[in-house]
Each structure stands twice: as structure tokens, then as C-alpha cells.
């Protein structure tokens, strides 16, 4: 796997569900590499083109296309994406798209860009992994959970 620097860390990287696309195995593979939540291609696996949150109609109806900002929030769709994220990669979505919003767009992607890059060799850390993808550091102590 090709290493991930914060370059590709943009706002538009951040799903409506509060995803950092760019810490997903999918967008960080080297072959068939996912465009991230926002992006279209023909690569991106079906559940992504499937998801009951990114196809949610109240979303679409908000201003800023982030869950937050829906009046159902947070939804049980996303209460049970967040449950999942949680217990299994150690990242909160729901925590994630109130810090977006009562951060901004700026602050939170240099926090993002501060919390998955790796402290020891610098490459840009995956949630679906419990290591560095280039010198194997484990977490925690690569990734500092702040949630």
C-alpha cells in the first residue's frame, strides 16, 4: 500500500456521516482505489453507491450536505454506523461531525491530518488497521483518540 500523506486530506474528503474517506483502506489502496464518499467512480464498491446515509433525502435537503445539519440528527442509521465505528476502528462519526461543525472546515482537517498521520514515520494511518501501513507501529500510541 502506497503511503497517504495529508495532501489528500480535504474537506471534501469528509463523508456526510463524519468518515475521514482518506483514512478508509478503500481510498488508500494502491489498485482500484476508492474516490471517497463525495467522489464518482466506477470503483468505488457497491455498498458505498448503496449507503442508506449518503442516498438519505434529508440530507440532500441540508445546507451543508453533512449529517449535523439534518433535523433528524443523529438518525438510528447513523447512531448504529457511529456504534460500529466506535468499537471497531476508535473513531466516534457522530463526535466527528460535531467537531466539523463547531470547529470549521480548516481546523478540523489539521486536526484530522494531526491525528492520522503516523508519529513515527510520517505515512497517513488507516481506521481498518490496528497498524502503520509502512513501519508496522502499532496503535495506540500512532493514533491519539481525542473522543
Request: proline share 6%; glycine share 6%; net charge positive.
Amino acid at each position: 500500500m502506497e503511503i497517504m500523506r495529508a495532501a489528500r486530506n480535504t474537506i471534501e474528503s469528509i463523508a456526510p456521516c463524519g468518515l475521514n474517506c482518506t483514512t478508509c483502506y478503500a481510498y488508500q489502496r494502491s489498485k482500484n482505489t476508492c474516490p471517497g464518499c463525495r467522489g464518482e467512480s466506477n470503483t468505488k464498491p457497491a455498498y458505498c453507491h448503496r449507503c442508506i446515509i449518503a442516498n438519505c433525502p434529508s440530507l440532500a435537503e441540508t445546507a451543508s450536505g453533512y449529517c449535523y445539519d439534518c433535523a433528524n440528527f443523529p438518525c438510528k442509521r447513523l447512531k448504529q454506523l457511529d456504534r460500529r465505528y466506535r468499537l471497531k476502528y476508535h473513531t466516534g462519526l457522530i463526535q466527528n461531525l460535531l467537531d466539523l461543525k463547531n470547529m470549521g472546515p480548516e481546523a478540523f482537517q489539521l486536526r484530522e491530518q494531526q491525528r492520522y498521520t503516523c508519529r513515527n514515520c510520517g505515512a497517513w494511518l488507516c481506521v481498518h488497521s490496528n497498524t502503520c501501513p509502512e513501519c508496522k507501529a502499532p496503535f495506540p500510541g500512532t493514533l491519539e483518540i481525542n473522543h
